[in-house]
């Protein structure tokens, strides 16, 4: 191999090796409550860093482009084996390159141009790759959208229905980026059966949970389910697609690879790989179970302290705060926190219109409870969400010490290095 290629970045390039150090240490010195973030294991990055990062094959295992790929259809098909026994599903697709792809795909598999599609609506927490204006989804499809009841903050399947039976759209989406609640997947199964549609199931925010049992598991009510692998599934970044039905699994196939991306990332499949096997380890369930506990610590915490809880509560790895009843917008609230190196997001709860004037405040636990932080530090947590929110509703600095207590409560639980 030509001798520069086998320099260390440290030396070969300097300014990059730099920007990798500094962001190293900006992780290990901020406390991540932005609800996609999470810390994959050592054994995932020594896959995603592997000799897999230099091999090139296009198509699905036993049916490549390529030749000599044995080793990585070995891998594939494992890969693939792990994640239907994790998620209970016949047929698994681990090569979208993200999320949006993997719902891409979905769409792709089961939609023409044109069509009618029913998701959540972006300000009841849906994500804009379920039909949001100005994405793919959005301008192939013609998106209609269900919200949440304005006053508890919960999906209405009588409206999901009504709007179902008046739009008739060939696909409902389920799944969220914002929503705190349990779904009933059941629910949605049996009004896309009354309307002649198919169900697609995201459950990005979820798919840590529902491998352990902690949230339902839609692989036995939707045609298809997608998640990314990273955020609370603790996974490379990266998509999976699920689906019980033979033919319907040979079309989200097709419609992935040719139809949206060529060679995929086999350094990433082995990580995902590595991330299955760990999903189906007694260690990962323990996490789970840590990540509901911390995350309805960290809400009754609040609670305690005068924030609200938007629907009172929450069944998954975040808490959605609202910050209605303290006139306040959770905007300024995300620049005060983050000065203070707490990671989070606004997001909108019924009423808002747009996200820089939103009033709620999505705090994940996923990435904390990695670090082995556990509900004593989810109390200590909030009572700094708490004190910087008042102190803003005062027009006061953030309380004195705060940023010091995020910093012990880093060094506490150190990442590794
Ligand atoms: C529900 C949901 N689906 C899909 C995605 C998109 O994933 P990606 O950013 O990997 O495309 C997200 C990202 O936050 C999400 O919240």
């Given at each position: 191999?030509?001798?520069?290629?086998?320099?260390?970045?440290?030396?070969?390039?300097p300014e990059i090796a730099l920007l990798i150090a500094q962001e190293a240490q900006r992780q290990s010195d901020r406390l991540e409550l932005v609800a996609s973030e999470n810390y994959i294991s050592m054994a995932q990055r020594e896959a995603s860093g592997s000799v897999l990062a230099d091999t090139t094959v296009e198509g699905y295992p036993g049916a490549r482009f390529l030749a000599a790929s044995?080793?990585?259809?070995?891998?594939?098909?494992?890969?693939?084996?792990?994640?239907?026994?994790?998620?209970g599903a016949r047929f698994a697709n681990v090569q979208p390159h993200s999320g949006t792809q993997a719902n891409q795909a979905a769409m792709l598999a089961l939609l023409k141009p044109g069509d009618t599609l029913l998701s959540m609506d972006l300000q009841a927490g849906g994500h804009f790759s379920h039909g949001a204006a100005g994405t793919l989804s959005g301008d192939w499809y013609t998106a209609q959208h269900y919200g949440v009841d304005p006053h508890t903050g919960l999906i209405?399947?009588?409206?999901?229905?009504?709007?179902a039976r008046r739009h008739k759209p060939r696909l409902i989406i389920?799944?969220?980026?914002?929503?705190?609640?349990?779904?009933?997947f059941e629910r949605f199964a049996a009004i896309a059966?009354?309307?002649?549609?198919?169900?697609?199931?995201?459950?990005?925010?979820?798919?840590?949970?529902?491998?352990?049992?902690?949230?339902?598991?839609?692989?036995?009510?939707?045609?298809?389910?997608?998640?990314?692998?990273?955020?609370n599934f603790r996974g490379p970044r990266g998509g999976l697609i699920l689906c019980n039905d033979t033919q319907l699994a040979a079309r989200l196939d097709a419609a992935l690879c040719p139809g949206l991306q060529g060679t995929p990332l086999?350094?990433?499949?082995?990580?995902?790989?590595?991330?299955?096997?760990?999903?189906?380890?007694?260690?990962?369930?323990?996490?789970?179970?840590?990540?509901l506990r911390n995350a309805r610590a960290l809400g009754a915490s609040l609670s305690a302290r005068g924030i609200a809880q938007l629907t009172g509560g929450?069944?998954?790895?975040?808490?959605?705060?609202?910050l209605r009843a303290l006139g306040l917008h959770a905007a300024p609230l995300v620049r005060a926190l983050d000065l203070l190196q707490v990671g989070c997001n606004a997001v909108p709860v019924p009423g808002d219109t747009d996200?820089?004037?939103?009033?709620?405040?999505?705090?994940?636990?996923?990435?904390?409870?990695?670090?082995?932080?556990?509900?004593?530090?989810?109390?200590?947590?909030?009572?700094?969400?708490?004190?910087?929110?008042?102190?803003?509703?005062?027009?006061?600095?953030?309380?004195?010490?705060?940023?010091?207590?995020?910093?012990?409560?880093?060094r506490r639980f150190a990442l590794a290095a």
């Open positions: 191999m030509t001798q520069s290629l086998r320099e260390p970045l440290q030396t070969l390039d044995a080793n990585v259809d070995a891998l594939e098909r494992l890969a693939i084996a792990r994640a239907c026994d994790v998620f209405d399947y009588d409206e999901v229905l009504a709007l389920a799944g969220a980026s914002a929503y705190p609640r349990s779904i009933n059966r009354e309307v002649g549609a198919r169900l697609m199931v995201d459950m990005a925010h979820v798919a840590g949970l529902v491998a352990t049992g902690h949230f339902p598991n839609p692989v036995a009510h939707a045609d298809v389910v997608t998640t990314t692998t990273y955020k086999m350094h990433i499949i082995a990580a995902k790989a590595v991330a299955f096997g760990e999903a189906m380890q007694p260690a990962y369930h323990a996490y789970s179970d840590q990540v929450t069944d998954v790895p975040f808490v959605v705060a609202d996200f820089e004037h939103a009033h709620g405040l999505r705090l994940g636990v996923s990435a904390l409870t990695t670090r082995g932080m556990a509900e004593a530090e989810c109390d200590i947590i909030a009572g700094i969400v708490a004190d910087t929110a008042q102190a803003l509703v005062a027009g006061q600095p953030p309380p004195a010490g705060a940023a010091d207590a995020v910093l012990a409560l880093c």
